[in-house]
């Protein structure tokens, strides 16, 4: 791998993260090799933490063009024998910690995933850790894309891991031939955090018609369909006053037709609907009507994706393609405007031979480690040997865990299990 030393970056940025919180303590346990702002780069330090083969873990020290950038890199070979895949917690509608997640994945290692929808958010929905963007677990989309971001896609048989701009497409189609799109997965029907949907959709501070993604603003929709998976929780979403939902069983017979939110059977699913998507419903789930529901996720090409036993995972921006850097902030919903700071930062890379890098940027420490811009985020990716890259959900969300343990410092200031911020998902290292 190319290990030259990285040039100073020229640009700033804004870390992009589905949450806001003040700084806090670094984690107790986070054992990144900490650098001074006299201090210089460091070579890679490789701790001893058995792992399986094929994969690495290593920490290192860079002096970028704002001072000392301290980062965890983990390597996985396309021949090892794990697993690598996105997971959320035993609910989506709640967040935890990566530790909890990878502990309960049996993995050896993890990083945090996709942005998430928060309290302290001020367009928050009402569900702590719902993923906002793309989210598909072994095959199955557990949350609708915001179309058009970029989006990690892993485990399609036959590929090695890949960064594409992705969107994703969701039909329900009635015994008599009659489709409609559904415009969500697992989320609160008429509520968009992030844009990025369907037609409908207008962005609420201005009221404007929006169908592309717009980071940390919401989107609203008086009349959608959306679907509820076992994996949202116990209950479905209150979407408005006027509900109606169809109570699925696994082959797609309408069990019962109500007037009201309930239950998400633990085989089954429901669709909810509000304004024309609730006359939808009472129009076509009548009876003992059979509704036939079908998800399709797409590439920047129109390729679709195959999704059998696929993972993939939502975020942004891209930060390389081929080999250059590729900020693309506009089809990510970022403003140029806001691309100002450096923050702690949370990558993924694909290097050409198909090995996957996670690499966890440590920031926010007052005489230490400084976190990356976008600019450097790429430059460093590419000292690492990624051919693509792209950003996760950084700030106080970013978190890495090797062996159960901490090794990053994270800044969420929100005390849970070292400093750890909870989160939506995870990207989680599993042997096989």
């Known amino acids: 791998m190319n290990r030259r030393r990285l040039l100073a970056a020229g640009a700033a940025a804004w870390v992009l993260s589905g949450c806001r919180s003040p700084d806090g303590p670094a984690a ?55 697993r690598v895949s996105p997971v959320h917690g035993d609910r989506l509608d709640s967040a935890r910690t990566v530790r909890s997640m990878a502990r309960d994945a049996g993995a050896v290692a993890a990083v945090n995933g996709s942005f998430f929808d928060i309290r302290t958010s001020a367009v928050f929905s009402g569900y702590d850790g719902d993923p906002l963007g793309l989210l598909m677990e072994n095959g199955t989309l557990l949350s609708e894309a915001a179309n058009g971001r970029t989006a990690l896609v892993l485990g399609v048989r036959g590929a090695g891991p890949r960064i594409v701009e992705a969107r994703s497409v969701t039909r329900v189609t009635a015994a008599d031939g009659t489709s409609r799109p559904v415009d969500g997965v697992n989320r609160v029907p008429g509520r968009i955090v992030g844009c990025g949907g369907i037609g409908g959709d207008v962005l609420r501070r201005t009221g404007r018609a929006m169908t592309r993604p717009v980071h940390n603003q919401l989107c609203t929709d008086s009349g959608e369909l959306v679907l509820f998976t076992p994996h949202w929780g116990p209950a479905t979403a209150a979407g408005g006053d006027e509900v109606v939902e169809a109570v699925l069983a696994a082959d797609g017979r309408v069990l019962d037709l109500r007037r009201s939110t309930g239950l998400v059977p633990a085989h089954g699913r429901v669709l909810q609907g509000i304004g024309e998507g609730a006359a939808w419903l009472r129009r076509h789930a009548a009876g003992s009507a059979v509704l036939t529901l079908a998800s399709e996720v797409f590439d920047e090409t129109g390729r679709r994706i195959p999704g059998e036993g696929a993972g993939m995972l939502g975020a942004g921006p891209r930060l390389l393609r081929g080999g250059a850097t590729d900020i693309n902030i506009e089809a990510n919903g970022v403003a140029a405007t806001a691309l100002r700071q450096r923050h702690p930062r949370t990558l993924a890379g694909v290097a050409e031979d198909g090995t996957l890098l996670l690499v966890t940027v440590d920031g926010r420490e007052p005489g230490g480690s400084v976190g990356a811009t976008f600019d450097e985020a790429a430059e460093l990716m590419r000292s690492l040997g990624a051919h693509d890259a792209m950003n996760l959900d950084g700030g106080g969300s970013t978190t890495m865990i090797v062996n159960g343990r901490l090794r990053n410092r994270p800044r969420s200031g929100e005390g849970a299990e070292g400093g750890e911020r909870a989160v939506a998902d995870a990207l989680v290292v599993v042997p096989l």
Do not use: F, K, N, W
């Open 28 to 82: 107790d346990d986070a054992r990144g090799p900490s650098a001074g702002a006299s201090r210089p780069p460091e070579p890679p330090r490789r701790p001893t933490v058995p792992l399986p083969p094929g994969v690495t873990y290593a920490e290192r020290t860079v002096r970028m063009s704002g001072g000392p950038v301290r980062h965890q890199v983990l390597t996985i070979a396309r021949s090892a024998p794990v």
